[in-house]
Protein backbone atom coordinates (compact mmCIF):
# COMPACT_ATOMS: atom_id res chain seq x y z
CA UNK A 1 0.00 0.00 0.00
CA UNK A 2 2.78 2.32 0.62
CA UNK A 3 4.41 1.83 -2.97
CA UNK A 4 0.78 2.44 -4.91
CA UNK A 5 0.11 5.34 -2.21
CA UNK A 6 3.32 7.17 -3.08
CA UNK A 7 3.01 6.83 -7.09
CA UNK A 8 -0.29 8.95 -6.06
CA UNK A 9 1.14 10.98 -4.50
CA UNK A 10 3.83 11.41 -7.34
CA UNK A 11 1.11 11.43 -9.74
CA UNK A 12 -0.85 14.43 -7.60
CA UNK A 13 2.51 16.22 -7.55
CA UNK A 14 3.08 16.31 -11.33
CA UNK A 15 -0.35 16.94 -12.27
CA UNK A 16 -0.56 20.13 -10.07
CA UNK A 17 2.79 21.29 -11.17
CA UNK A 18 1.61 21.11 -14.95
CA UNK A 19 -1.36 23.02 -13.89
CA UNK A 20 0.98 26.08 -12.59
CA UNK A 21 3.23 25.11 -15.66
CA UNK A 22 6.07 24.34 -13.12
CA UNK A 23 9.02 23.00 -15.36
CA UNK A 24 9.21 19.73 -13.75
CA UNK A 25 12.38 17.53 -15.45
CA UNK A 26 11.52 13.78 -16.03
CA UNK A 27 11.03 11.51 -12.74
CA UNK A 28 8.92 8.79 -11.79
CA UNK A 29 10.59 8.29 -8.32
CA UNK A 30 9.96 9.51 -5.23
CA UNK A 31 12.20 12.93 -6.40
CA UNK A 32 11.33 15.08 -8.06
CA UNK A 33 13.25 18.00 -9.85
CA UNK A 34 11.88 21.27 -10.35
CA UNK A 35 14.24 22.93 -12.60
CA UNK A 36 14.95 26.58 -11.84
CA UNK A 37 18.02 27.55 -14.12
CA UNK A 38 19.98 30.17 -12.40
CA UNK A 39 21.56 29.39 -9.03
CA UNK A 40 20.70 32.56 -6.84
CA UNK A 41 17.39 31.91 -7.28
CA UNK A 42 16.99 28.32 -6.89
CA UNK A 43 18.91 29.42 -3.27
CA UNK A 44 15.88 32.12 -2.54
CA UNK A 45 13.38 29.72 -3.80
CA UNK A 46 14.75 27.31 -0.95
CA UNK A 47 14.87 29.83 1.69
CA UNK A 48 11.20 31.14 0.76
CA UNK A 49 9.90 28.07 0.81
CA UNK A 50 12.07 26.93 4.14
CA UNK A 51 10.23 30.18 5.66
CA UNK A 52 7.21 28.19 4.90
CA UNK A 53 7.68 25.25 6.62
CA UNK A 54 8.77 23.09 4.13
CA UNK A 55 12.28 21.52 3.54
CA UNK A 56 13.15 21.81 -0.10
CA UNK A 57 16.88 21.46 -0.95
CA UNK A 58 18.32 23.57 -3.59
CA UNK A 59 21.02 21.87 -6.27
CA UNK A 60 23.45 23.71 -7.89
CA UNK A 61 26.67 23.75 -9.60
CA UNK A 62 28.87 21.50 -9.31
CA UNK A 63 26.84 18.93 -8.66
CA UNK A 64 24.27 20.01 -11.60
CA UNK A 65 25.81 21.83 -14.77
CA UNK A 66 25.49 25.81 -14.87
CA UNK A 67 22.07 27.23 -15.54
CA UNK A 68 20.64 23.99 -14.46
CA UNK A 69 20.37 24.30 -10.40
CA UNK A 70 17.15 22.87 -9.44
CA UNK A 71 15.09 22.52 -6.29
CA UNK A 72 14.66 18.58 -5.03
CA UNK A 73 11.47 17.70 -3.89
CA UNK A 74 10.90 14.44 -2.20
CA UNK A 75 7.78 12.89 -1.74
CA UNK A 76 7.54 9.99 0.63
CA UNK A 77 4.70 7.49 1.47
CA UNK A 78 4.62 8.94 4.77
CA UNK A 79 3.17 12.55 2.80
CA UNK A 80 -0.74 13.11 2.92
CA UNK A 81 -2.45 14.35 -0.12
CA UNK A 82 -3.35 17.69 1.49
CA UNK A 83 0.58 18.25 1.87
CA UNK A 84 1.28 17.60 -1.80
CA UNK A 85 -1.78 20.24 -2.06
CA UNK A 86 -0.09 22.76 0.82
CA UNK A 87 3.68 22.04 -1.17
CA UNK A 88 1.78 22.82 -4.89
CA UNK A 89 0.56 26.04 -2.98
CA UNK A 90 3.47 27.31 -1.73
CA UNK A 91 5.34 26.88 -4.98
CA UNK A 92 2.86 29.00 -6.99
CA UNK A 93 3.47 31.39 -4.03
CA UNK A 94 7.01 31.81 -4.20
CA UNK A 95 7.58 31.21 -8.00
CA UNK A 96 8.95 34.22 -9.91
CA UNK A 97 6.59 35.39 -12.32
CA UNK A 98 3.48 34.12 -10.04
Do not use: K, Y
Amino acid sequence: WRRQHLAHLIRRFRHGAGQLDLPLMNSGSAIQPLLVGDAATAVTLSARLGQRGLLIGAIRPPTVPADTSRLRITLSAGHSEDQVDQLLEQLGACWPGT
